[in-house]
């Protein structure tokens, strides 16, 4: 069982440039999520799905956006990437919503110069 | 946005020490999980607690949701270099949808 999967792992990008990481789940999830983890600051999420089609901000949802075109795939975007998104970005799935398991993907390192 | 906050930040100990990790707010959560990370991975549940003053054991781990479920907090028996790992607490917002995470618990335990 591949549960939850990101791509890419690790991306480099100059300040600017757009890029879009990929989660895909298997476990017919209605609830995705995408978090950001900084050192000392835990997990903060930045946007997160209750089903297809629909998405919401979270926290620090300011320079991305998401698509959930499909209940298996949530698409994290940076139109314009700002070194202050370097971090680690972990995507999240979970039956239903926060009274469930999250189970979560390994994470993508970004780094932004 | 509901905020947690979690203690130590940072926490180093011998093998076969006691320690407890306390996660604190001002806010109602319907249910706090705690989470072990290990480096490169993704979070990994280790509990669930539900009910204000509920108590649960995982081997040597001891979990306690405060009575108004605004607190709680992780105790371990006897530590083992295996239990290192970052612990997160997280609390899940009373819309149902949303977790909250504590800034977590940076725990190493030496042999």
């Known amino acids: 069982n591949a549960g939850v999967t990101q791509t890419p792992k690790f991306r480099v990008l100059k300040t600017g440039q757009s890029m879009t990481l990929l989660c895909a789940q298997d476990m017919n999830h209605e609830y995705m999520y995408w978090y950001r983890q900084d050192p000392g600051m835990g997990l903060r999420l930045i946007h997160y799905s209750v089903g297809e089609g629909t998405t919401a901000k979270g926290e620090v949802p300011d320079g991305y956006n998401v698509s959930r075109l499909k209940k298996q795939n949530f698409l994290l975007g940076l139109e314009s990437a700002a070194p202050s998104q370097t971090s680690v970005y972990f995507c999240a799935s979970s039956e239903q919503g926060a009274l469930t398991e999250a189970f979560f993907g390994q994470g993508t390192r970004l780094t932004v110069v | ?111």
């Not at chain 2, 604190?24 to 072990?36: G, H, I, K, T």
């Not at chain 2, 405060?66 to 371990?76: C, E, F, P, V």
Request: proline share 5%.
């Open chain 2, 1 to 111: 946005t509901q905020l947690l906050e979690q203690s130590p930040q940072f926490l180093s100990i011998q093998e076969g020490e006691n320690l407890t990790v306390y996660c604190n707010s001002s806010s109602v959560f319907s249910s706090l999980q705690w989470y072990r990370q290990e480096p490169g991975e993704g979070p990994v549940l280790l509990v669930t607690v539900v009910t204000g003053g509920e108590v649960k054991k995982l081997k040597r781990l001891t979990f306690q949701f405060g009575d108004a479920r605004k607190d709680s907090s992780l105790h371990i028996t006897a530590a083992q270099p295996g239990d290192t790992g970052l612990y997160l607490c997280a609390g899940a917002e009373t819309s149902g949808s949303r977790l909250t995470f504590g800034e977590g618990t940076q725990l190493t335990v030496n042999p």
